[in-house]
């Protein structure tokens, strides 16, 4: 059986339509057996994204194309400057837990982020990643995650240096009461490639935690 977890970064923008199409056919070959995990960077072109959450009113702007996705959570915006992180690994041997699944990959961008000197949290309530801007709370990560045939999809959204009035289209996630940030409006000029190398450095983490998780409920 294949284990190791593939680590891909796509240059430039990649089509959202064609990625999920590969996301999809990707998920059925390691369901399968016949594909390695895999850990996918890329961008988008400007684009909004509905989840299976989606309330129609919070889309306020149309303002680039809307894409109905299976994804769960509600409208999030995708574009360039920002990292976009599909992860689709195999909860069949690795839990079948969605939950901790997704606690741990809060817990996988936390501590990147904080490698790259960004003191970012969780918040119990709101999924995400949150960091502080100008004294308020403010959202610099999302996450929104399927599984199917308990193999993971889609995954995280980290904000570097987008557009951010390019937000003001949805109410991101549903959340309207707090503000978006980037690591470049909160004073960080970390690049790409080094928050890339930093979730290198914390996938192992990330894995195992989920691997131990499995040995403590076997």
């Given at each position: 059986?294949?284990?190791?977890?593939?680590?891909?970064?796509?240059?430039?923008?990649?089509?959202?339509?064609?990625?999920?199409?590969?996301?999809?056919?990707?998920?059925?070959?390691i369901?399968?057996?016949?594909?390695?995990?895999?850990?996918?960077?890329?961008?988008?072109?400007?684009?909004?994204?509905?989840?299976t959450s989606?309330?129609?009113?919070?889309?306020?702007?149309?303002?680039?194309?809307?894409?109905?996705?299976?994804?769960?959570?509600?409208?999030?915006?995708?574009?360039?400057?920002?990292?976009?992180?599909y992860?689709?690994?195999?909860?069949g041997?690795?839990?079948?837990?969605?939950?901790?699944?997704?606690?741990?990959?809060?817990?996988?961008?936390?501590?990147?982020l904080?490698?790259?000197?960004?003191?970012?949290?969780?918040?119990?309530?709101?999924?995400?990643?949150?960091?502080d801007?100008?004294?308020?709370?403010?959202?610099?990560?999302?996450?929104?995650?399927?599984?199917?045939?308990w193999?993971?999809?889609?995954?995280?959204?980290?904000?570097?240096?987008?557009?951010?009035?390019h937000?003001?289209?949805?109410?991101?996630?549903?959340?309207?009461?707090?503000?978006?940030?980037?690591?470049?409006?909160?004073?960080?000029?970390?690049?790409?490639?080094?928050?890339?190398?930093?979730?290198?450095?914390?996938?192992p983490?990330?894995?195992?935690?989920?691997?131990?998780?499995?040995?403590?409920?076997?």
């Amino acid at each position: 059986m294949l284990r190791e977890v593939e680590w891909q970064v796509s240059p430039g923008l990649t089509d959202y339509r064609a990625a999920e199409a590969d996301m999809m056919a990707r998920a059925e070959a390691i369901a399968a057996g016949a594909a390695p995990e895999r850990v996918w960077l890329l961008e988008h072109a400007p684009l909004y994204t509905a989840g299976t959450s989606a309330d129609p009113a919070e889309l306020l702007e149309a303002r680039f194309p809307v894409h109905r996705t299976g994804r769960g959570g509600r409208f999030t915006y995708h574009g360039p400057g920002q990292r976009v992180g599909y992860v689709q690994l195999d909860l069949g041997r690795r839990g079948r837990d969605v939950r901790a699944f997704v606690h741990g990959l809060e817990a996988w961008l936390i501590a990147a982020l904080a490698d790259l000197g960004v003191a970012a949290r969780a918040v119990p309530g709101r999924i995400g990643i949150w960091t502080d801007l100008g004294g308020r709370e403010a959202k610099i990560g999302a996450i929104g995650v399927r599984v199917r045939r308990w193999v993971t999809m889609h995954g995280f959204a980290l904000n570097v240096d987008p557009e951010l009035d390019h937000f003001n289209g949805i109410v991101p996630c549903g959340i309207s009461d707090f503000p978006v940030a980037s690591l470049r409006s909160i004073g960080n000029f970390a690049t790409f490639q080094a928050l890339d190398a930093a979730l290198a450095v914390r996938l192992p983490d990330f894995l195992s935690g989920l691997s131990d998780r499995v040995k403590n409920n076997s």
